[in-house]
């Protein structure tokens, strides 16, 4: 190897210390920071817990830099749990072993119909790189739309739609339009994303908050042996003030995954739990959500049969009110397990997923 290539090689190497650190950095005061909100409603974590948090990361994970998550999962559980899996170890260590690229298609909201040929997106047109497209039935064909007829084939039959740009998530880069209110310069300015007609929930989910389409988020994984499965659920609820659900200001429910109950506690942004919600003070326990089983059974099909390549995948589903399953999103890239994790975790103990650290040396 010549001069020039080590010199190279020493700053890509440089760069990707530098920028791990900084990801560490930001999850550090993240966690610290949530740690503390917690600490307010269940009391002081006590030194053995953090201890076996910081023995946990170092002997298992690797590196202490895993214990501040460890330690809100504890704060949360009232315990230690071995098994447990950090967000960041899962996002520098997880993710890009076991999705590498492929788990990054779910940002380009367009190509979803066409991956996934499913019937159970509520797509009903595009906007990418300057073209308008109409969807078509199973999603075989697509057709141009010509700017002019964009908001009479938007608005056909629909008094609102939802558009979402490439790489939207926890509830950023989603609009809600009507026709009075719809401009297509706008769109033009957001750019590549996906128009959706707004789901009019079941009753259940319209008892608990009118005003935003809640959605179950379901993970399923590939184990090693090829068998798809599903982890973790919770129920996502929107807040009075919000047209859809954001993640600055989502309640979030666990949810049984044999059952479909929701537990007795939510919980707040801040993680502070609650019984009911905190906007129209229904309860949560003992409530089950429709159609659950369906839901769960659907996502197991559509991962093994359409997208095994990417191992881990978040999934936004709803049942609307005709009782139909409808696939919000989906999210192949770094999809949330911390709240799973620590409410009723560990999800991944038999995955293996702590010797993937010895692999990515």
């Not at 719809?182 to 707004?198: A, C, E, P, R």
């Amino acid at each position: 190897m010549n001069s020039k290539s080590k010199l190279i090689d020493k700053f890509k190497y440089t760069i990707k210390r530098t920028l791990r650190r900084t990801s560490d950095q930001r999850h550090r005061i993240a966690a610290e920071a949530l740690l503390k909100s917690i600490e307010l409603e269940k009391g002081k974590l006590s030194r053995e817990l953090k201890k076996r948090s910081r023995e946990y990361a170092q002997d298992i994970l690797g590196s202490t830099v895993f214990a501040p998550w460890l330690n809100v999962y504890s704060a949360i559980a009232g315990k230690f749990k071995e098994g447990w899996i950090p967000d960041n170890y899962y996002g520098s260590i997880v993710v890009p072993k076991l999705k590498g690229l492929y788990g990054g298609i779910s940002k380009a909201k367009p190509l979803s119909s066409k991956l996934l040929s499913t019937d159970r997106l509520p797509d009903i047109a595009y906007y990418v790189n300057g073209l308008f497209f109409a969807t078509s039935e199973h999603n075989s064909t697509w057709t141009v739309l010509m700017p002019e007829n964009v908001e009479r084939y938007l608005f056909a039959c629909e008094e609102r739609v939802v558009f979402k740009i490439d790489n939207s998530s926890q509830g950023k880069g989603i609009y809600v339009f009507t026709r009075k209110a719809f401009d297509i310069g706008m769109i033009y300015k957001l750019g590549n994303g996906v128009f959706q007609k707004y789901i009019n929930q079941h009753d259940f989910f319209e008892e608990i908050m009118p005003n935003s389409v809640a959605s179950i988020r379901l993970t399923s994984v590939v184990e090693d042996g090829g068998k798809v499965s599903c982890r973790t659920a919770y129920l996502r609820l929107g807040r009075s003030e919000d047209s859809h659900i954001k993640s600055s200001s989502a309640v979030k429910v666990p949810v049984d995954l044999a059952s479909g109950q929701l537990q007795e506690k939510g919980y707040l942004v801040n993680w502070h739990s609650v019984v009911c919600h905190p906007d129209t003070h229904v309860v949560f326990g003992g409530k089950v959500i429709p159609k659950f089983n369906e839901c769960v059974e659907y996502i197991l099909e559509t991962h093994l049969t359409k997208v095994p390549y990417c191992r881990s995948i978040g999934w936004d589903i709803t049942v609307d009110r005709n009782e139909e399953i409808q696939l919000i999103e989906w999210n192949g890239a770094h999809n949330d397990i911390k709240f799973s994790e620590a409410t009723q975790g560990p999800c991944f103990a038999d995955m293996g997923w702590e010797k993937l650290r010895e692999a990515q040396r």
